[in-house]
């Protein structure tokens, strides 16, 4: 097994790197990071003001950038003397005026003095391999930065404190004690001795992989926080699908009209509900697409509906009848997308009396009662709903059952949630090698097998947190981060 120390050969920490860590373009102030054991030197060479080197950590110091006798700004210096800073060195932040010229001018002095420009991710790179993060703090660091909800930022934040780290590391802890006895074992193998209690060990895998396997399941809503939940819209036309679309986001956004199909317009809108972003996608080209029900097939509402995990499907509970409303559920229920059947227009079904829509219900082929036909659907309770997409009746409810139809698990607060597909494919290979290890304690394995499996799984949670990591992992992880990051 490697540490990433031992493996680094792109990084030279004797660099002293800067970058503007804050947007790109006009404003009240820019900060531009250095970093590096010459940050400090570095800054003080073109400092006008109190001897930066001379000062202490976690000071503010007013002062100009000067370019020999020319003075480019008026700023201030925060300083942070190594090992007290984000990247375990000394680190200058220099805060200017947000002019691009000056922001230039700054950064190409500096690089005249010495540093060199940070790569995407170098600071946090830099603040990893000096033990300051662990590698899933430091991707939460750039998860974070991408936060665009309560729960997205609570989850990053959650991660960036070091609450995935803490449990990975205890599991961690309690395989490497017996992958150790396991070890002991075969330097005594002739003498056929067993310092592992195998029950024990069976004991502990089975928990060990219970967790592990919880952390894969917590993807799910994970991965919902952190990328929204991709969610179609789709209905026969007239069904009301704009108007429930306007009713949802509470704003007359989509047009609604009389004409069938008349919407052509691409609306893409984000619905938050409970800290979850919902996507609603491309829904005009679901309504093009459902008018080729009917007519050519479903292949492209299909291709729509297979890149979403929600179908709400929006039926008019007036006009459709059983035969059409099963086929529609039918051609559009597709393995691994939840579907929602929202019977809309209910205001007008409440001012028919029932004897007249018991009569045309059964010469038409229409649903006389919704509410018999969701009971004898099939489909759970929170799969469907009555609504009036107009009168908004009913709108809270059916956010509601969008959330629970795609978050089946509640946000409890506390609970460790894998948000990262990378995590998620260690965690996959982890249960795979903890699996083989049950399996070889049952089936009386020699230990060397043993140990082999226990180390793979070892090595795979050891990837998460970069307690074993490659080059190309941490060029992959960083190259994603802005620069100045
Ligand atoms: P789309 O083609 O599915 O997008 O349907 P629209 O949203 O354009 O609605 C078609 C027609 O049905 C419009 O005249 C809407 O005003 C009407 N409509 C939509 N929802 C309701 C509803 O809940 N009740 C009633 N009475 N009319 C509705």
Not at 87 to 98: D, F, L, P, Q, Y
Request: glycine share 6%.
């Amino acid at each position: 097994m490697n540490t990433h120390n031992s493996q680094l050969t792109t990084h030279n920490s004797e660099d002293t790197i800067v970058a503007l860590a804050t947007p790109n373009g006009i404003g009240a102030i820019a900060v531009i990071r250095l970093s590096g054991l010459d940050a400090i030197a570095i800054a003080n060479s073109v400092w006008k003001g109190k001897d930066l080197t001379k000062q202490a950590s976690h000071t503010i110091h007013f002062g100009h950038i000067v370019d020999g006798d020319l003075v480019l700004d008026e700023v201030l210096a925060s300083l942070f003397v190594a090992p007290k800073s984000y990247t375990r060195e000394n680190v200058v932040e220099i805060s200017c005026h947000a002019s691009g010229y000056i922001i230039e001018s700054i950064i190409k002095l500096f690089i005249k003095k010495g540093a060199r420009s940070a790569k995407p991710g170098e600071f946090t790179l830099r603040a990893f391999l000096n033990g300051q993060l662990d590698l899933s703090q430091a991707e939460a660091v750039a998860d974070l930065i991408a936060s665009n909800s309560k729960a997205s930022q609570q989850v990053a934040l959650q991660q960036l404190r070091g609450g995935f780290s803490t449990q990975l590391q205890l599991l961690r802890e309690q395989l490497v004690n017996f992958a150790s006895l396991i070890e002991l074992e075969l330097d005594f193998a002739e003498e056929d001795v067993e310092f592992a209690n195998r029950d024990q060990l069976k004991n502990l895998i089975h928990e060990i992989t219970k967790i592990v396997g919880r952390l894969i399941q917590s993807f799910e809503l994970g991965n919902a926080i952190k990328n929204g939940v991709n969610t179609v819209i789709a209905g026969r036309p007239n069904a009301g699908k704009s108007t429930l679309l306007n009713a949802l986001l509470n704003e007359e956004r989509a047009i609604v009209s009389h004409i069938p199909g008349t919407t052509r317009d691409t609306i893409e809108e984000v619905l938050n509900i409970q800290g979850i972003n919902f996507r609603l996608i491309d829904t005009a080209g679901i309504r093009e697409a459902t008018d080729a029900i009917e007519q050519i097939g479903v292949q492209r509402t299909m291709e729509k509906i297979s890149q979403s995990a929600l179908l709400v499907y929006v039926f008019d509970a007036t006009e459709i009848t059983i035969e059409e409303l099963n086929s529609d559920i039918e051609s559009l229920q597709k393995p691994g997308i939840t579907m929602l059947l929202v019977a809309n227009k209910m205001d007008l079904l409440e001012s028919e009396s029932p004897e007249d829509r018991k009569s045309e219900s059964l010469a038409s082929g229409k649903i006389q009662n919704i509410g018999d036909f969701f009971r004898t659907s099939g489909l759970p309770d929170f799969r469907t709903i009555s609504i009036s997409a107009k009168e908004k009746q009913h709108i809270d409810e059916l956010k509601q059952k969008i959330y629970s139809s795609a978050i089946k698990d509640q946000l409890s607060g506390d609970e460790t949630l894998v948000t990262n597909i990378r995590h998620l494919e260690a965690l996959q290979k982890t249960e795979e090698a903890l699996i083989r290890v049950l399996g070889g304690i049952d089936g009386s394995i020699t230990s060397d097998f043993l140990s082999m499996d226990i180390k793979q799984s070892l090595h795979y949670l050891g990837e998460i947190t970069g307690v074993v990591t490659t080059d190309d992992l941490l060029e992959n992880i960083f190259s994603k981060f802005c620069i100045g990051k």
